[in-house]
Each structure stands twice: as C-alpha cells, then as structure tokens.
C-alpha cells in the first residue's frame, strides 16, 4: 500500500527539492514567492487516481521554506565569514596560541552551526582567501568538541586536503589527526599517493598510521 508521497504527483515535488538543494550548493538565495506549489497541474489534477491530501501541499510548503531559510543562512554565514579571512589576511597567527581570528571562526560556528562549516569549506577551497587564515580556521575546526558536527568538520577536512596551498593541506591532515576518526584513511591515503611535497608526504602518513593504530583499539 502506497504511502501518501507515491500517491501525489511527485514530478513537481522533485524538481523543486533538486532545485532547491542546487541553489543552497551554489550558496544563492531562494525567492521566498517562488510559487512551486501552485503549479497547474496540482490544481487539474485527477483526484480519483492520484487521491490528493492537502498534508501533501503542507509537507512542500514546510520543505521549501526550510530550504529557503537554510539559504538565506548560509548567504549570511558566508558574508559574514568572507569578512573574517578578509580582516585576517595580514594577521600573525602562532601555534597553539588563540588569536582574534579562531576565536571569531569558533563564534561563528556557534552561531550559525553546520552551516558556518559549508560556508567556510566553500571559501576555502574557492582558493579566494589567504592560505595562513584557512590553515587556521581548518585547526579550528579540528578541535571542535562536537560529535553532532564530525561529519560535516570531517568532509570539510578532506575536501582541504586537495587545496592547492601545502600550508592548507598540512593543516587539514593535521585536522584529521586530531579528530582521530579511522574513517578518514581512504583519503589520507589519496592525498599520500598524490602528495608532491616530500615532508607532508611524510607528515600524512604518520597521519595515516596513527588512524590504522586508532582503528585497531577496541571499541
């Protein structure tokens, strides 16, 4: 017996959720009257085959304006992240010492969660900001103590493994090191294999051994 979704006219509800999802990738910003569930042939629908409900049309409706509010958030985390690697381009940053840039990072993804992770993964590897404040922001990231977010903190890591900067993949195999998670070898592997850079080939695979030595460890 078919649910509710497989008896409505799902043509309509893919194209925009796969629309929508599209947008919020890119980081664009959704019309609020984007009029998705008016279209025409909801209206002229056969009711007698398709058996409509109007929790159908409140299920989209709640859908896109989820996915509007994501987009227009991550519009906002980006701005506001673009302005942070903007104002630390000339900052001096040492190792273990905070500074105002990792503390305005951490306070932004407080702020703004997951989605201040897209938007600083976004402009990392856009390859538009300076490679001294990613590898910084990526530490930050790395000693997040959230296991709600090592999924996200975790591709993001990855995805800066195949910066063009080596400063920017050390720090995000450093990242990785740090969070400890056995999952991540497949892709320290990958950045092993095509590392160019002699001493962060040999950094990435005391990553690597560290990962295989965790993965060993009972549970």
Request: glycine share 2%; aromatic share 6%; with cysteine.
């Amino acid at each position: 017996m078919g649910t509710l979704v497989d008896k409505a006219p799902k043509k309509h509800i893919l194209e925009f959720l796969f629309q929508a999802q599209e947008d919020i990738e890119r980081g664009a910003k959704l019309l609020l009257d984007r009029p998705i569930w008016r279209a025409p042939n909801w209206t002229l629908m056969d009711k007698e085959n398709y058996s409509w409900k109007d929790s159908i049309v409140e299920s989209v409706k709640a859908d896109y304006s989820t996915l509007t509010l994501n987009a227009q958030l991550l519009e906002i985390a980006t701005q506001q992240a673009r302005q942070l690697f903007a104002s630390a381009r000339y900052e001096l940053f040492e190792d273990g010492m905070d500074s105002a840039f990792s503390n305005a990072v951490l306070s932004l993804i407080e702020k703004y969660g997951e989605i201040a992770l897209e938007a600083i993964s976004s402009l990392i590897m856009s390859q538009s900001v300076a490679t001294e404040a990613a590898g910084e922001a990526l530490k930050c990231v790395a000693h997040i103590r959230d296991r709600a977010t090592v999924e996200t903190r975790m591709r993001l890591l990855k995805h800066a493994l195949r910066h063009k900067s080596a400063l920017v993949r050390d720090s995000a195999a450093l990242g990785l090191a740090s969070i400890d998670d056995p999952r991540a070898m497949p892709d320290i592997q990958r950045a092993i294999a095509r590392e160019s850079v002699d001493e962060l080939r040999r950094a990435m695979v005391q990553v690597l051994e560290q990962l295989k030595e965790t993965a060993r460890e009972p549970m």
